[in-house]
């Protein structure tokens, strides 16, 4: 059964899938219902969603999905605001702030809104809704925490703030002398209501509650006028759609090349699966790295460099910042893994062929060092540009600690030692795979330490 979920800063991945057997999609927005009711979930569930900077979902896009048939549900932030605006055709709000929404208690999009982390450090909440903010002062008053005047106070000057600039450490600071404050904030991190969260969770309850049941609401009848911006919108994703299929059906006319991309694919599911799982995503210094390794790999030295090769690769800067996540993601599982690695490695190269070879190479190459042994004050540089610029035709990695421990090594002088090994075999030995004017070709001064 497929079952899709919009959310972000309001609850983990883990903890929503821990709830239904959903498919996890990012905060909603413009375009992505429509796209999630193309494929027929038996569900949608809407709980975050994006309100500046980036177009906010359509009414006439949720109207669509349910017009197919697919019951939308939304609760908390996003979902909660579309679903008091669309309960009259159907779409299923539930919790608190739904109810307040729909009766008018609350008007502005400002109350759900709060600031996170971008996607790659999981959409972290930096800020408090003033819907949350709303319950906790209450809770505080029934428990005798605040006398009401206090309540008041601290309302009023949350939401005369900025929803980015709504922390409770920075409220506590500037109403320091506030009568009760001081056994509030004390009182805070065990008592404060997140009414968000709570509304979210009750969605989830239901939506499992219905699909296990076989309950869902009926739907109403409702036709979608099929105005101007809602075909131009629709043929703009269509398109796009289009155009993506087309690319990959020219890619499985490469076999060799299809095959390569599709196994990093699947590690890609399968590291995005493990993250969130353990609630665990890249930090900002690995996304970093990324970035630095991929533009130094494309050639992408400006600014401007980098912004002309994402609009020829139709991508926009925060779905450049996903790929880099994403790379970073495989980087860490591979990480995880690399001491469990022998066995299965050895197995792959006897299954392709590869196995004697390369056995036979290590034979000969440990024989001409017990042969021609080993010299001392040996040109360490050298050999390492000789190595990545003659024998891998590319530069050398700007870190090679870490180029070291992709391949398993436990650093830069266990990599310098594999690579003089590598050049002296093949420098003494005319190896047949290296031709013998790029043996003899490479005459830097330097040592590998001295190079990072």
């Known amino acids: 059964m497929t079952v899709v979920v919009f959310v972000g800063p309001t609850l983990p991945a883990h903890e929503v899938t821990a709830r239904l057997n959903a498919a996890i999609l990012p905060p909603v927005q413009q375009g ?9 979930p038996h569900a949608i569930g809407i709980i975050d969603g994006f309100f500046e900077g980036v177009p906010s979902v359509w009414h006439k896009e949720i109207l669509w999905a349910m017009e197919q048939g697919i019951p939308v549900f939304g609760s908390a932030s996003m979902g909660a605001l579309r679903a008091a605006e669309l309960a009259d055709f159907g779409m299923i709000g539930v919790g608190g702030i739904f109810k307040d929404y729909l009766s008018g208690v609350l008007h502005d999009d400002d109350e759900v809104a709060v600031l996170h982390s971008p996607a790659e450090l999981g959409f972290q909440p930096l800020s408090t809704p003033m819907v949350s903010i709303r319950a906790t002062v209450k809770q505080a008053q029934a428990q005798g925490i605040l006398p009401s005047e206090s309540v ?6 949350a939401k005369s703030r900025h929803y980015r600039r709504r922390i409770w450490q920075n409220i506590g600071k500037e109403l320091s002398d506030l009568p009760g404050i001081e056994a509030f904030l004390d009182w805070l991190p065990d008592g404060q ?31 979608t006028e099929p105005t101007l911006v809602w075909k131009q919108l629709r043929n703009r994703i269509d398109t796009n759609e289009a155009k993506n299929h087309a690319v990959i059906d020219e890619l499985r006319l490469d076999p060799e090349l299809y095959a390569e991309l599709r196994n990093r694919a699947v590690l890609s599911v399968m590291a995005q699966e493990e993250a969130a799982e353990q609630d665990r995503q890249p930090d900002r210094d690995a996304l970093i790295r990324q970035m630095t390794d991929h533009r130094a790999m494309a050639g992408l030295s400006h600014k ?20 880099l996540a994403d790379a970073a993601r495989i980087d860490a599982a591979v990480a995880a893994r690399l001491t469990q690695l022998e066995g299965p490695l050895l197995a792959e190269l006897k299954r392709t062929g590869k196995y004697t070879d390369l056995r036979e190479r290590a034979a000969a190459k440990e024989k001409a060092a017990i042969v021609n042994g080993h010299p001392s004050g040996a040109d360490r540089l050298r050999m390492v540009v000789w190595y990545f610029e003659t024998r891998l ?12 421990t992709s391949l398993g090594l436990s650093g830069r002088a266990e990599l310098g030692e594999l690579i003089e090994a590598e050049y002296l075999f093949c420098h003494r030995s005319a190896c047949a ?20």
């Open 32 to 40: 992505d219902v429509y796209r999630a009711a193309k494929d027929q």
């Open 152 to 157: 008041a106070t601290i309302l009023e000057h």
């Open 193 to 223: 209501i997140d009414a968000k969260a709570d509304d979210a969770r009750a969605m989830l309850a239901l939506m499992a509650d219905c699909l296990s049941r076989g309950t869902l609401p009926p739907i109403p009848v409702t036709r």
């Open 304 to 323: 401007t460099h980098l912004m002309e090769w994402l609009t020829a690769n139709d991508l926009k800067l925060a779905e450049y910042e996903d790929i």
């Open 393 to 404: 035709d590319q530069d050398v990695p700007d870190n090679l600690d870490s180029y070291a």
């Open 433 to 452: 795979d290296v031709p013998k004017s790029k043996v003899t070709s490479a005459q830097h001064e330097g040592s590998i330490d001295e190079h990072t």
